[in-house]
């Protein structure tokens, strides 16, 4: 059999990987803080004996994530926080471990405790983040949560906590099964005073719509191109078969 069809093979495959990843991508063009994933490959060349270095396959290198800034949009919500740059917001993952986000909508738990949407438990610098019942909550641009307290001229603030904010360097944050980011080498991610938050605000997806649907019509392009290349190696075997028996 011709070994073309197990060149386009891979290349068939690893198309098929690609719009997944797309897919993944185009599902979250919506999800606030979402960062695109990228697919990585490169061409391996096909080694033995008598063989041709013309020939390569294909393989999927790494899957890394783009860290370009989303667009920030303003909401005007008191639990809406947004990143103004780079950085990291911390939340208390399910399996108790500290992980990162970028996405800042925030709810408040029956129990009074600043969590996600998810109803992950966003980290403040003391711990978790109590929100008393009817407050009107304040962003302090290093991310401090304060609150005024009713009945008190003039107007006494009440500082709530400080969430905490990360920067670790980019090639050191791996992207979990959970959405959620976290260091490649474990452990916990030191605060950074230096990040600036804006309240009332959210960061969007930084996936980019056309790109991503000119990608995948790349993609499908490059499939039945390989595809085509299977089925023109089973023609020329079935031809090559009738000549032998012509022959005999």
Do not use: C
């Not at 919500?77 to 108790?96: M, Y």
């Amino acid at each position: 059999m011709d070994k073309l069809i197990y060149t386009a093979m891979t290349g068939a495959s690893q198309a098929m990987e690609q719009q997944a990843t797309t897919s993944q991508n185009l599902a979250n063009a919506n999800t606030n803080g979402f960062r695109a994933q990228i697919d990585s490959f490169q061409a391996i060349p096909v080694m033995g004996p008598g063989s041709l270095k013309t020939r390569t396959q294909v393989s999927n290198a790494t899957v890394g994530t783009s860290f370009s800034m989303g667009p920030i949009s303003q909401t005007g919500r008191d639990l809406d926080v947004a990143l103004q740059g780079p950085g990291w917001i911390a939340v208390r993952s399910e399996d108790g471990s500290e992980a990162y986000t970028r996405n800042g909508s925030f709810e408040v738990s029956p129990a009074g405790i600043l969590i996600t949407q998810a109803g992950l438990q966003v980290v403040g610098d003391g711990g978790p983040i109590t929100i008393p019942p009817d407050s009107k909550l304040i962003v302090g641009k290093d991310g401090t949560l304060s609150t005024l307290i009713p009945g008190i001229v003039p107007a006494a603030v009440n500082a709530l906590g400080r969430i905490k904010l990360v920067n670790p360097p980019e090639e050191n944050m791996v992207r979990g099964d959970d959405g959620l980011f976290r260091l490649k080498q474990g452990g916990v991610a030191p605060l950074d005073p230096n990040l600036t938050l804006v309240g009332g605000a959210l960061e969007g997806s930084n996936v980019n719509l056309v790109d991503s649907m000119v990608r995948m019509v790349n993609l499908a392009r490059s499939y039945d191109t390989q595809i085509t290349m299977i089925k023109t190696a089973q023609d020329n075997a079935a031809k090559s078969s009738q000549i032998m028996n012509l022959n005999s």
